[in-house]
């Protein structure tokens, strides 16, 4: 090894070690947990190793619901957050005047509070005995009948989740995707005019698939992002999730840890492997469609 790869290793170091202590090591111990029946936490002993944890997690209803919650969370908010983004970066690209100060407007959301935002959420949905709130004022003004969001119907929660993800998650998005846009080679642009191609064929031919990328890139995060999900649904319907039936995995590993049900390691370990085995698949199937339908160069 000569002079230059060594000083390369030592460079590294630091961040293998921090790496390795904060990382690699409690995974691997999240691992031996989720495989320690019966373990005692405050003893730190153990009657057993086998797969109990991990049928006792897919088997309990809490955590059925919480997986069910993700699943819908993911499945509505990345396709439409990232649908929604690239729809307005197109339009803002095409804005020559005051475009600096709509995107400044459109990127306030990412820097707000998660929490702040939540509970402006809340107060726009929730309806109590003296107010149907702001949303459902708008629904009866139409004719149409006031629910409430926040503590009725599962399907009129979890619209609420859906629109507060895509709102929180959109302004990142349309960051990313008007930067890929403003990178796109204009002389493709003319080339394509000069033919007499319409706008909707230049964005299908040209602009689409030099952007995929990222538009992968986004969805990828996308997906990881939500099913990490958790902060969100507290802001917007407090602690207490399983008894909102808006838990969700992360929420329901936390639960395993420190909430009312808390203190089973082992329960958590074995539900965050399951996630991490969950968004594992996912990343490697997104990463094979990428390989096969993505324009790299």
């Known amino acids: 090894m000569n002079t230059r790869s060594m000083k390369g290793w030592l460079y590294l ?12 090591y409690p995974l691997f111990d ?10 005692n936490s405050a003893s730190q002993t153990f009657y057993g190793i086998g797969i109990y944890n991990y049928l006792k997690v897919l088997h309990d209803p809490y955590f059925i619901q919480a997986l ?17 983004a690239l729809l307005i970066s197109v339009l803002l690209s095409s804005i020559k ?3 600096e100060l709509y995107q400044t407007i459109y990127f306030l959301p990412y820097v707000t509070n998660t929490l702040a935002v939540g509970l402006v959420f809340m107060i726009l949905f929730k309806k109590t005995p003296y107010t149907d709130g702001f949303v459902n004022q708008i629904i009866l003004f139409f004719g149409g009948n006031s629910v ?3 503590d009725g119907p599962y399907w009129a929660k979890m619209t609420v989740m859906c629109i507060y993800t895509i709102w929180v998650v959109m302004p990142f998005k349309i960051l990313i995707l008007t930067s890929a846009l403003a990178s796109v080679n204009p002389d493709y642009y003319k080339a394509a ?11 299908y031919r040209i602009t689409l698939p030099m952007i995929s990328p990222m538009i992968f890139y ?22 207490d999730l399983n008894t909102a039936g808006m838990n969700t995995i992360v929420g329901y590993v936390y639960d395993m840890l420190y909430g009312n049900a808390g203190g089973y390691p082992s329960y958590a370990s074995a539900a965050a492997l399951v996630l991490f085995a969950i968004v594992l698949t996912i990343t490697c199937i ?7 339908s993505v324009q790299t160069s």
């Open 13 to 24: 170091i630091p961040a293998i070690a921090f790496l390795g202590v904060f990382v690699v």
């Open 30 to 39: 999240v691992v031996i947990y989720s495989f320690e029946e019966g373990y």
């Open 68 to 84: 069910k919650n993700t699943f819908i969370l993911v499945i509505v908010t990345v396709p439409l957050s990232t649908g929604i």
């Open 97 to 99: 005047k005051l475009q």
């Open 148 to 150: 409430d969001f926040i």
């Open 193 to 203: 005019k000069v033919d007499g191609t319409s706008s909707w064929r230049i964005f």
């Open 218 to 239: 986004l969805v990828i995060t996308g997906f990881i992002g939500a099913f990490k999900a958790y902060g969100d649904v507290v802001a917007i319907f407090g602690t």
């Open 286 to 292: 997104n990463l094979l469609i990428q390989r096969r």
